[in-house]
């Protein structure tokens, strides 16, 4: 067996891989319907019903309309119309989640805050010590200056959120929570986590300060569930669309996004049908990006060279066995890393470049991080089984779990549970998919210390304030010259575990400022909450 294969199929990671398929249906489903115009017409309920649907939900901000149909002929029937810029079917498109201290105080004085409620955090939570993600972004220092503001809302566009989790509970803001599985938001609890990955990214976000369990990066915002992966961590076109009007028209300051959206894992826009659905995201995005929302996202866990795209193998792959290879390029892009303004993350495990002991700070790409030029803009810690130090599930990131899905965690060790608190259950895990929620929980921080500042819709920060404070406080990255083995699997080196797409060996470019595998560097919680935008 190839060593790379070998490498992806014990790899013990929760992550997210783009696995679709298009096929047409008999039976009913939902169609993204996209309007020529950003804005959908007056009639467009009634022309949906002539053409064999019905109206299931319209988002006029950004001209696009979810329908549904189990008439073959509904999309040729509504191509018809002039209005429509084109429409696709959704049912076989989805996402699947895969399993992949005194100087701090002294700095924070020199540093003009804003005007929202801060205080500090500690963490000396039960599972504190096995934190080492948080020890390495320096979240313990900052919690020293502010633990966040709780007028500060990230909104977790996952799989849902465990609304009974005593380390969440305090944080959550359950008004602010939606379900958007059907492409119409349905507030509240309806978006309980039936998956696990949502609570675990969550938990790295905003899990609470208070004697139990873990501490989060931002442990005092508050947090929404918006629900665009089902149990089974798909992520349909529908979802992802009302997953961002939902939160831009609720105000929301940061969203973590650990998917991939799209037919295809590589969505390429010279596809008619691809393109529909592609620009009805991206207009979603940048809407919530005009109203004031930084979007984070995972990278992904392929090994690949996103700004180099060679092939795609991966899909579509549902039906299961329905992937296909196919040759791919610059057009073909990652939804949502790849829409400009979007915060890329890839993932560095605990284990410090070989080559660099003179920097503690400096730190191994994880084996399975997608990277890329102009992609990547900073790096957080996302665990790495195989190359971690010492490798094995205590090299990967501990976070909250809903107690009900135990068993999805795996086994006993990668799991550990509250003494004397039997909903309080933590997971271990490993992905791109843990990296962004770290860099979405620093963002937090940086808008609770320096928010409101200038912008007109909320009155906090807008995102492109919020990037370029993450890229300056970043704690650079030189490329490693020098790669480990694994003890874990005998002769493995860390470049045998080349791109799953590409088959290409990892290679990083650029230089200790910037580059492909690190961006601006790994994101540095203290550095962000003492920033001084002068200097």
């Keep these: 067996m190839h060593k790379r294969t070998l490498l992806r199929l014990f790899a013990l990671a929760i992550t997210a ?12 489903q ?19 019903q002539k053409a064999g649907g019905t109206l299931v939900a319209s988002y006029d901000q950004i001209g696009v309309a979810i329908a549904k149909s189990d008439d073959a002929a509904f999309r040729a029937n509504l191509l018809k119309d002039a209005k429509v810029e084109n429409a696709s079917g959704t049912a076989a498109f989805g996402v699947k989640l895969k399993d992949e201290t005194g100087k701090a105080l002294a700095d924070a004085a020199a540093t003009p805050p804003g005007d929202l409620p801060n205080v500090p ?38 799989t849902g959120i465990d609304f009974g989790h005593p380390d969440l ?21 309806a978006a309980q986590d039936d998956n696990g990955h949502g609570t675990h990214t969550a938990g790295t976000i905003a899990a609470a300060s208070n004697g139990i369990g873990i501490v989060g990066v931002a442990p005092n915002v508050k947090i929404a569930g918006i629900k665009a992966g089902n149990a089974a961590g798909f ?5 992802v669309i009302c997953s961002f009007i939902w939160a831009g028209t609720h105000h929301m300051d940061v969203t973590n996004n650990s998917y991939f959206a799209d037919p295809f894992e590589y969505n390429c826009r010279n596809d008619p049908v691809q393109r529909a659905i592609w620009k009805a995201e991206q207009r979603a995005i940048m809407f919530a990006q005009h109203e004031g929302v930084t979007v984070v996202a995972a990278e992904g866990n392929d090994s690949d060279d996103l700004a180099h795209p060679t092939f795609d193998v991966t899909s579509p792959d549902f039906p299961p066995g329905s ?54 803009q900073v790096t957080a810690p996302g665990g790495d089984f195989y190359f971690g130090d010492p490798p094995g599930p205590t090299a990967l990131i501990l ?20 003494i004397g608190v039997p909903a309080a259950l933590y997971c271990y895990a490993q992905g791109t998919s843990m990296a962004s929620p770290h860099a979405a929980g620093v963002a937090a ?15 906090k920060m807008r995102p492109e304030q919020v990037k370029a404070y993450l890229d300056q406080t970043a704690d650079p990255q030189p490329c490693p010259t020098e790669f480990p083995d694994t003890p874990l699997i005998p002769g493995v080196n860390y470049l045998d575990v080349t791109g799953f797409n590409s088959g290409a060996v990892q290679q990083c470019q650029g230089g200790p400022g910037y580059n492909s595998w690190y961006g601006n560097g790994e994101v540095n919680a203290l550095k962000a909450v003492t920033h001084d935008s002068s200097n």
């Design 17 to 28: 891989v783009a696995t679709l398929a298009f096929a047409a249906s008999a039976f009913a």
């Design 30 to 48: 939902n169609y993204v319907v996209l309007y020529k115009q950003q804005a959908v017409p007056a009639g467009a309920a009634t022309a949906i």
């Design 121 to 158: 955090a500690t963490d000396t939570d039960t599972f504190s010590p096995l934190q080492w993600d948080m020890r390495q972004i320096h979240t313990p220092e900052a919690h020293l200056i502010t633990g966040g503001s709780p007028a500060v809302l990230v909104g977790d566009i996952d």
């Design 169 to 189: 509970i305090q944080n959550i803001d359950v008004a602010n929570s939606a379900n958007c599985e059907s492409g119409v938001a349905v507030p509240g609890v």
């Design 235 to 239: 992520f349909f076109p529908e979802a």
């Design 323 to 376: 992937e296909q290879e196919r040759a791919i390029t610059n057009a073909c892009v990652v939804i949502p890393v790849e829409i400009p303004g979007v915060i890329g993350v890839t993932a560095t495990g605990n284990r410090r470049q070989v080559d660099n002991d003179d920097d503690p700070d400096d730190y191994l790409k994880a084996y399975y991080s997608n990277y890329g030029v102009g992609v990547t």
């Design 399 to 418: 976070s909250t779990w809903p107690a009900a899905l135990a068993a999805e965690c795996g086994s006993a060790a990668f799991q550990r549970q509250e």
């Design 445 to 459: 921080l940086i808008i609770s210390r320096f928010g409101k500042t200038n912008s007109p819709q909320n009155g």
